[in-house]
């Protein structure tokens, strides 16, 4: 019997350089992927999971995070009173329940490891999700569940885990594996953006962690890695040597919005999808394309 997942860590303090002078004044996470914030996507993925408190690791300038998760007085009156039914209801609905959202400051940019480590006190003392925000998983189940299966199986700790051509590898954390089962693979190994020749497989983690809160023990000592930042993936490999680490190949496909291609084919795959654009979106691109 593993304890249940309950409690889910975005980290959502970066400052989004790629897509300056878009993100001068904006939060990068707050980006539409058609007409939705890119956030708005990963915590629908955690909530489909069953997380009942989310954690948001935020920086200077994040504010507007807190305020979409927040009701908004004066928009819902003025829906109201102009007979905006249809949204007022979907503002509503996607409120989060009072007391189920925390905020907490991660005062300088040290790394994924050190803002996993801002939210312990709200974590406390039992296992948790980590979903990053930049990685939008589109799978008709969401990745977060998906990956319960291995987690209920094995407990400890879980990674999803997705194939690159080996020529990539150098871009991300990749792991190595032992044992598969029909959950997914024990992993044996991980190391932070090999050089493509030491790389020990093709298999790099994708955004989504399942942890056991004795991580927080090891990030308390963790020292600067790669990019002399504090590596979420260094505690790990120290986590590893007393825990299972399982990896989980999703059944989905993985958009990097934390790129500009991949926020832009974010925003077409999307749009394609919406029954009321669908069509005449793609009948516009086809035109485009035609030119």
Known sequence: MVNPIRKAV?????????????????????????????????????????????????????????DHFDSAFELEATLKSRNKTKELEQLQRELPKAGTTSFTRQQAPLGLGHAIWCARDIIGNEPFAVLLPDMLMKAEKGCLKQMLTAYEKHGGNVLALEKVPHDQVSKYGVVAVGGQDETGYEITGMVEKPKTEDAPSDLIISGRYILQPEIFDILTHQEPGAGGEIQITDAMIKLMKTQRFTGFEFDGITYDTGSKIGFLTANVAYALERPELGGEFRAEIEKLLGR
């Open 10 to 66: 975005f980290p959502v303090a970066g400052l989004g350089t790629r897509f300056l002078p878009a993100t001068k004044a904006t939060a990068k996470e707050m980006l539409t992927i058609v007409d939705r914030p890119a956030l708005q996507y990963v915590v629908d993925e955690a909530i489909e999971a069953g997380i009942e408190h989310m954690v948001f690791v935020t920086g200077r300038g994040k504010g507007v995070i807190e």
